[in-house]
Nanobody, 122 residues
């Protein structure tokens, strides 16, 4: 089992920045790929960014590439999402998630945090 707790959300003006954090507990952190997702009420949850267990590989949704940056500190069991040049359409609840690297096949995000609200005003 992995427990995930996000923080860092809030209200920011368009063009501003926020950094989200997600602290994990319960298992060896480096054995999990970590991802950030977001969801707007009435819409499906969408992928934002992903980082490998070592942190050496990252992947972004087209809508955030060049503006958001995912990173991790395995010594602190923490994954971050640096969000710059924020737009009103980035407003959503942001969730971090963990996918075990010990399983075969495609990554499956089995563990989720409770989410943190990000609101970008125009």
């Amino acid at each position: 089992q992995v427990q995930l707790v996000e923080s860092g959300g809030g209200l920011v003006q368009a063009g501003g920045s926020l950094r989200l954090s997600c602290v994990a507990s319960g298992q060896t952190f480096s054995r999990y790929a970590m991802g950030w997702f977001r969801q707007v009420p009435g819409k499906e949850r969408e992928f934002v960014a992903q980082i490998s267990g070592s942190g050496g590989s990252t992947y972004y949704a087209v809508s955030v590439k060049g503006r958001f940056s995912i990173s991790r500190d395995n010594a602190k069991n923490t994954v971050y999402l640096q969000m710059d040049s924020l737009k009103p359409e980035d407003t959503a609840v942001y969730y971090c998630a963990a996918a075990s690297l010990l399983k075969t096949g495609p990554l499956q995000y089995d563990y989720w945090g409770q989410g943190t609200q990000v609101t970008v005003s125009s």
